[in-house]
């Protein structure tokens, strides 16, 4: 049973550019939460989503961010005119909705803006 | 002040050592409290949860819940060189009986056993 994936590993844009950071959740798992990791500092939280719906995107900044989780297909998350402030690391989790307390985390997709 | 605190170490002990990680948090709507392990430049790894007050024990770890003084620990005994890593303590509110899954995170620790 394939973990959580997340791609591309590495992405590298220019400032202005669009970066689109793909997670494909474990089998099974319906709900998928999106965090960022600065350096030197914790996960944070940006948002969760279950197929086709937003439940909770409090802590998504206001502007060039978004999420979907199409009905079909991996989950997105999308930042337009990327800055230099948006380089970090940036996780997605998975759960089944039930056993939500084990969430299962990707590896990553680590964003450069140079 | 952060909704969760924790000392970001660094932590070094000897091979053999209990080490001890803990946590203090201000929300006290939290009930679930897990600690995950994160390697350098791999994904946070869940070891365990635990729900309300009370000790859970899983191997070589334990974690410990003191709602009343809103403070968590990670106990690891008998510490290994492969036990270094960053662990991150995380909380989350309780919904329809189970976690709601957006989890607020500590700092993280970090910590080194040398052999």
């Known amino acids: 049973n394939a973990g959580v994936m997340q791609n591309p590993r590495h992405l590298v844009r220019r400032r202005g550019q669009e970066a689109r950071l793909r997670c494909s959740p474990m089998?099974?798992?319906?709900?998928v939460y999106w965090y960022r990791q600065l350096p030197e500092e914790g996960l944070k939280f940006m948002v969760y989503?279950?197929?086709?719906?937003?439940?909770?995107e409090s802590g998504m900044p206001k502007e060039r961010f978004s999420a979907e989780f199409p009905k079909e297909g991996p989950s997105i998350l999308r930042i337009q005119q990327v800055v230099r402030g948006d380089s970090a690391a940036y996780f997605c989790?998975?759960?089944?909705?039930?056993?939500?307390?084990?969430?299962?985390f990707g590896q990553g997709t680590r964003l450069t803006v140079v | 002040q952060k909704e969760v605190e924790q000392d970001p170490g660094p932590l070094s002990v000897p091979e053999g050592a209990i080490v001890s990680l803990n946590c203090t948090y201000s929300?006290?709507?939290?009930?679930?409290f897990m600690w995950y392990r994160q390697y350098s430049r791999k994904g946070p790894e869940l070891l365990m949860y635990?729900?309300?007050?009370g000790n859970k024990e899983d191997g070589r770890f334990t974690a410990q819940v003191d709602k009343s003084s809103k403070y968590i620990s990670l106990f690891i005994r008998d510490s290994q060189p492969s036990d270094s890593a960053t662990y991150l303590c995380?909380?989350?509110?309780?919904?329809?009986?189970?976690?709601?899954?957006?989890?607020?995170f500590g700092q993280g620790t970090i910590l080194t056993v040398h052999p």
């Open positions: 989790a998975s759960s089944d909705g039930v056993r939500t307390t084990e969430a299962f």
């Open positions: 089998k099974g798992h319906s709900h």
């Open positions: 989503l279950q197929k086709e719906n937003i439940i909770d």
């Open positions: 929300n006290s709507a939290f009930q679930y």
């Open positions: 635990t729900y309300s007050s």
């Open positions: 995380a909380m989350s509110v309780s919904a329809g009986g189970t976690s709601y899954g957006k989890l607020t």
